[in-house]
């Protein structure tokens, strides 16, 4: 579960990170209100669950209560990569002398927590990693020995920061960082920009936290947090229909069974040169009502030209499906051409299913790639 900038900054100062003083608005008067109350320059602040606000329009500097309203007017309603802004943070502007990076994250490959620090903040961190690997510092902690405080002086001194009064704020707040990781069930708290201001002073001007799902159970004032009008329609409707899908920005609709073929399914479409239109997954089954479900939320995104079902039978068998596939298309009407890549069990049985049909916009291809690059061709 994802946190809004301004929840992740309350947690931050519960474990004594520092942020700036500010407020939630969701009008342009509030955002007024809350401006005169902060008595001086403000930032206003879109709350959306991504990134790259400010690239978006969605952060602006306010002098006056009246600017900070009409910024306000202009932020409400933006649609910034499809989420769109129904609330901002008000908060006191700082003045920037350097932008540093810091996050923690659960690193699932080493099974452990992973700090990750550079003094080249403010940008994309994957553009920093990108460019120049050396400048960002990583260090693992060990969950079971816990933080030791040399583990903040190391990755402070091997990132370069020399000043003294950095290094002790800096080090302080990575191991803030650590406590409200654990305590909070993180999966990945980060700070982009941590900013020194022209006095010296080290504060979070940003944050980024993802709680783990599972443990919400144990953090019921975290779980309350959850805003479900922001979620995405598309992914409520699957959450209630128990399909596993998640939105993405392209134009061919993906069905897989299994994660893992469905993570594969996603690539071989990009390798195809094509843009996946989601992630989905059909999970072990492939029965009628569970193709119909998992159809009837891929074609609600209307940016899907066409549609893409790799299946593999295992225990699942591709006959099965096949029957799914052309019940499903019985129950109800899809215009759009649907490509499917049957293999492994009763993977002949299942493609002759299919021909028998006849059905105009069902096309059968072989092999996976061979099935992407036609539903590539039939998307453009
Ligand atoms: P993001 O674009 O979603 O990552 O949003 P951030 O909160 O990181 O803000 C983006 C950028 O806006 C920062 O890197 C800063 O350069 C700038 N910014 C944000 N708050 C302030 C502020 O209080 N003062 C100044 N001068 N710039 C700010
Ligand atoms: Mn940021």
């Not at 502007?93 to 452990?112: G, H, M, N, P």
């Not at 400048?135 to 001194?157: C, T």
């Amino acid at each position: 579960m994802d946190l809004y900038e301004y929840q992740g900054k309350q947690l931050f100062a519960r474990f004594g990170i520092p942020v700036s003083e500010g407020r939630v608005a969701e009008s342009p008067e509030a955002a007024k209100a809350a401006a005169a109350e902060l008595d001086g320059p403000v930032v206003v602040k879109a709350q959306v669950l991504t990134g790259g606000r400010g690239k978006a329009g969605g952060i602006k500097l306010a002098a006056t209560p009246d600017e900070a309203e009409a910024r306000a007017r202009d932020i409400l309603g933006l649609d910034i990569r499809g989420h769109r802004v129904r609330t901002l943070w008000i908060e006191k502007a700082s003045d920037i002398e350097r932008e540093y990076y810091l996050s923690l994250t659960f690193d699932r490959s080493a099974k452990k927590p992973l700090y990750m620090f550079t003094t080249q903040g403010g940008v994309d961190i994957e553009e920093v990693a990108a460019t120049s690997a050396e400048a960002l510092v990583r260090l693992h902690v060990d969950p079971l020995e816990g933080f030791h405080p040399w583990q903040a002086r190391r990755l402070v001194y091997a990132a370069g920061v020399s000043d003294p009064g950095e290094q002790k704020q800096i080090a302080a707040i990575v191991a803030s960082l650590y406590e409200a990781f654990v305590a909070c069930d993180a999966m990945l708290c980060e700070i982009n920009p941590l900013i020194v201001t022209p006095e010296g002073e080290v504060r979070a001007l940003d944050s980024k936290f993802t709680v783990d799902d599972n443990a919400l159970y144990r953090q019921p004032e975290i779980a309350e947090m959850r805003d479900t009008e922001a979620a995405d329609p598309l992914e409520t409707l699957a959450r209630e229909k128990h399909v596993t899908y998640v939105k993405l920005d392209g134009e061919v609709g993906v069905l897989g069974n299994g994660a893992g073929l469905s993570m594969s399914t996603v690539d071989v479409v990009t390798f195809a040169g094509g843009r996946p239109a989601n992630f989905c997954d059909l999970g072990g089954g492939g029965d009628a009502q569970g193709v119909v479900d998992a159809l009837s939320v891929i074609t609600r995104d209307p940016q899907v030209r066409a549609i893409f079902f790799n299946i593999f039978g295992g225990i699942t068998r591709c006959d099965e499906v096949a029957r799914g596939i052309l019940q499903a298309l019985s129950e109800m009407t899809i215009d759009l051409p649907i490509v499917v890549r049957l293999d492994g069990t009763n993977a002949e049985e299942g493609r002759q299913i299919l021909a028998d049909a006849a059905a105009p916009n069902l096309h059968v291809e072989p092999t996976m790639l061979e099935a992407a690059r036609r539903a590539v061709e039939l998307a453009s």
